[in-house]
């Protein structure tokens, strides 16, 4: 099992930044890669940036050159750096994991971009 507790959201202008923070425990060692998932009101649950454990990151169009994913395996850790945020990446912010075939996902946290 993996267990992953994102936080680092909020309300923030257009224009600011943020950044998430994903804190893996459990099976940490088999994990691969990872990635950072958006919902937003209404719409599905999209793929917005992932890593791989050789350092390959993607990035879904819209955030290229303004998200930065990273992952601290000393610490379990993943974040996304989010700069120069639009209205539009408003949404809760998941945590990906996918191990043995079984996606885990943590419990998101709240992004909020006023305009």
């Known amino acids: 099992q993996v267990q992953l507790v994102e936080s680092g959201g909020g309300l923030v202008q257009a224009g600011g930044s943020l950044r998430l923070s994903c804190v893996a425990s459990?099976?940490?060692?088999?994990?691969?890669?990872m990635g950072w998932y958006r919902q937003a009101p209404g719409k599905q649950r999209e793929l917005v940036a992932s890593i791989f454990s050789g350092g390959h990151t993607n990035y879904e169009d819209s955030v290229k050159g303004r998200f930065t994913i990273s992952w601290d395996k000393a610490i379990n850790t993943m974040y996304l750096e989010m700069d120069n945020l639009k209205p539009e990446d408003t949404g809760v912010y998941f945590c990906n994991t996918d191990v043995w075939g079984i996606k885990f996902w943590g419990q998101g946290t709240q992004v909020t971009v006023s305009s």
């Open positions: 459990g099976k940490t060692s088999v994990i691969d890669a």
